[in-house]
Nanobody, 121 residues
Framework: QVQLVENGGGLVQAGGSLRLSCAASGSRFSINRMAWYRQAPGKQRDLVAAIRSGGSTNYADSVKGRFIISRDNAKNTVYLQMNNLKPEDTAVYYC???????????????WGQGTQVTVSS
């Protein structure tokens, strides 16, 4: 069972920056992909950014050029550097990890508890 511990949320003014981190522990297999999702009140949970173990990344269009996802494979930790924050970035941000049993071709999905990011105008 993988545990995900998130840190770094908070309140920031528009145009400011925040850095989120998510540390994974307890994995039995390789963590193939780590990602950040966010969910604003009354809305669905959407992908913000993802990074695979090989380093490839993808971003939601709304954050391209402002957010950077990175990963320390040795520490099983993923970071999300958020720059030029906007009020519409306000949401609960969730860390996600996909652990892969490559022998049985099974992938396990894990979620963090979420961290609030609030951007004031």
């Amino acid at each position: 069972q993988v545990q995900l511990v998130e840190n770094g949320g908070g309140l920031v003014q528009a145009g400011g920056s925040l850095r989120l981190s998510c540390a994974a522990s307890g994995s039995r297999f390789s963590i193939n992909r780590m990602a950040w999702y966010r969910q604003a009140p009354g809305k669905q949970r959407d992908l913000v950014a993802a990074i695979r173990s090989g380093g490839s990344t993808n971003y939601a269009d709304s954050v391209k050029g402002r957010f950077i996802i990175s990963r320390d494979n040795a520490k099983n930790t993923v970071y999300l550097q958020m720059n030029n924050l906007k009020p519409e970035d306000t949401a609960v941000y969730y860390c996600n990890a996909k652990e892969g049993d490559n022998t049985r071709l099974i992938e396990y999905d894990y979620w963090g508890q979420g961290t609030q990011v609030t951007v004031s105008s």
